[in-house]
């Protein structure tokens, strides 16, 4: 393992699969960054559609199933010590806790052992279970809404190893007051049925009623009928059935419609008059709503976690108390009406969120672990 300061350092990180998701999404912008700097980018996980972007950036995928919920996982202690012993990581970097238990298991064999990072990605349940995420030589937390969540329910964990490292967007990639062009826009409405009088307020992720699917429903139910709902994302073909079953006993009809996940979301997001995050289950950030914030469009969303961290600080007058569907359609009737200007600031960047990563890592190269 190298002591230089200015050597490449070697970085694995571990996690499920890259088939998509803010998790997954932060891993490549990682690994992007280290190739970019002249360092060494592994990536180990089950595989998925975004392999083939993480190994055009300059990285090295390793598959194994880091994530398999089944006796059999822990087969991949061994070969996790394997790759280690093989790859000599400088840092590894666990981003969910199976496979962080994993390496926790694996790396304790090693000599020299690399450091180990973990990252708390989301308000996981409290149990001995998630405890494995504050075990790493530094435990990052996305937003103030994790740290003091982790904080709050593991109260032995170390405040020095703790790190506070917003997620981050590229304002290149969300640029304040981006508007998608004519053509887009066009074949956008054949695609939707919206018309240029329909007023649209999109609920961008994976389609679920703990997403708050249904909670857009019984909110568009109480909207003016020019009023239009989005859902863009995945999701199981029975949770979409549920919810448009949900949006026609309604007497909806076309005024709610779900579109699969899109490569040009940007334009999507920059398309809607609003963008919602109606997540019953608080997260740890709200990469959407500071995506649509960054573009200049109002967002509307429940006022707790990451989310109402994000709200409270740029845009307080979309927050919404959780679940409660009629305040929901008050601030929308509103917002909709005349909507306060998003301010022209983004607070959270990719490139301050890559550059702590990287010095976190180089602060541990070459520490000598127990």
């Not at 390793?62 to 996982?73: A, D, F, Q, S």
């Not at 500071?290 to 469009?297: D, P, W």
Request: hydrophobic share 40%; charged share 25%; net charge positive.
């Amino acid at each position: 393992m190298a002591t230089d300061s200015t050597a490449p350092l070697t970085v694995l990180q571990l996690l499920p699969a890259l088939d998509g998701g803010g998790v997954e999404r932060g891993t490549l912008e990682i690994a992007d960054a280290l190739v970019a700097a002249g360092h060494d980018s592994h990536v180990s996980s089950a595989g998925g559609r975004l392999v083939a972007a993480l190994e055009a950036g300059g990285s090295t995928h390793h598959e194994l199933p880091l994530g398999e919920k089944h006796p059999r996982v822990v087969r991949q202690i061994s070969a996790l010590r394997k790759l280690c012993a093989e790859v000599r990581p400088t840092v590894v970097h666990a981003r969910s806790r199976l496979p962080a238990w994993i390496a926790w298991r694996a790396l304790r064999r090693l000599e020299p052992r690399p450091a180990f990072v973990t990252t708390l990605h989301g308000l996981n349940s409290v149990s001995r279970y998630s405890r494995i995420m504050t075990r790493g030589d530094r435990v990052i937390a996305v937003s103030e809404a994790a740290r003091d969540y982790w904080r709050e329910h593991y109260p032995d964990l170390d405040p020095d190893r703790l790190e506070l490292i917003p997620r981050g967007i590229d304002p290149a990639a969300f640029p304040f007051g981006h508007r998608p062009d004519a053509p887009w826009v066009e074949r956008f409405r054949e695609d939707t049925g919206f018309a240029p009088e329909h007023r649209v307020v999109c609920l961008p992720g994976r389609v679920t009623q703990n997403k708050g699917a249904g909670c857009l429903v019984e909110a568009l139910a109480r909207l003016p009928d020019d009023v239009r709902g989005l859902l863009v994302g995945g999701g199981s073909q029975r949770e979409i059935a549920r919810v448009l079953d949900q949006a026609r006993a309604a007497g909806l009809g076309a005024r709610l419609v779900y579109l699969p996940a899109r490569a040009d979301i940007r334009d999507v997001l920059a398309f809607s008059d609003i963008v919602l995050s109606l997540s019953l289950k608080p997260e740890s950030f709200g990469r959407t709503v500071a995506e649509a914030l960054a573009l200049g469009r109002p967002v509307t969303g429940f006022d707790h976690g990451g989310v109402g961290e994000i709200l409270g600080r740029l845009y307080p007058e979309g927050r919404v108390a959780p679940g409660n569907t009629r305040a929901l359609a008050a601030t929308l009737d509103r917002l909709l009406a005349d909507p306060p200007p998003v301010p022209n600031e983004q607070p959270w960047r990719l490139d301050e969120m890559c550059a702590r990563t990287l010095a976190l890592y180089r602060s541990l190269a070459g520490r000598g672990r127990k």
